[in-house]
């Protein structure tokens, strides 16, 4: 996804996550200092890689696993890899964007996103460099939710799934 950040909260910013059980949730998140993935794949899993996020400017950022291998990239560059183990929920059920839904003010994403693609089954970069996208993001195999391309909250995938928006919009 894209990412424009006007205020680092608290904590940290979350950008997107699926949580369909407490044993089973990931969060996808930064800070002024980090890109993160946070796993509940039975017991709580930090993943994150050190890298200097700034306000008030568009980002591009990606993760990709491949194995047991999570690859951290922002602006299309590597910024860090990590081991993982376990299984993350691949269930495309209750995936909320943080900056459409307060879940909690120290955890909110504070700007905006656009072109949020969530893809399952492809890593669609393991290497040093990610392509950053220069048009609207397009559901290549294994998206399973791809919004925030358009002033109407849809799902662009094949799944087409139902978006509910909560709280307020700002």
């Known amino acids: 996804c894209w990412a424009y950040t006007s205020s680092f909260s608290a904590s940290y910013n979350v950008l997107v996550s699926q949580w369909n059980s407490s044993s089973n949730a990931w969060i996808f998140r930064i800070t002024s200092g980090l890109i993160g993935l946070y796993a509940n794949i039975g017991g ?22 491949s194995g047991s291998s999570l690859y951290f990239f922002k602006n299309g560059s590597l910024v860090g890899t990590v081991s993982i183990s376990g299984s993350i929920s691949t269930s495309s059920s209750n995936v909320t964007l943080a900056v459409l839904s307060d879940l909690n003010s120290t955890t909110v994403h504070n700007g905006y996103i656009s072109n949020m693609r969530i893809v399952i089954g492809t890593a669609l970069s393991t290497g040093s460099t990610y392509p950053v996208p220069t048009a ?7 998206t ?27």
Request: contains cysteine; neutral net charge; glycine residues 4%.
């Open 44 to 65: 709580t899993q930090d993943y994150n890689v050190s890298v200097t996020n700034t306000l008030n400017t568009w980002d591009h950022y990606a993760v990709a696993r």
């Open 136 to 142: 609207p993001l397009t559901a290549v195999s294994g």
């Open 144 to 170: 399973q939710l791809l919004t925030c391309q358009s002033n109407r909250f849809k799902d662009s995938s094949s799944n087409n799934l139902a978006i509910t928006v909560t709280g307020s919009l700002v």
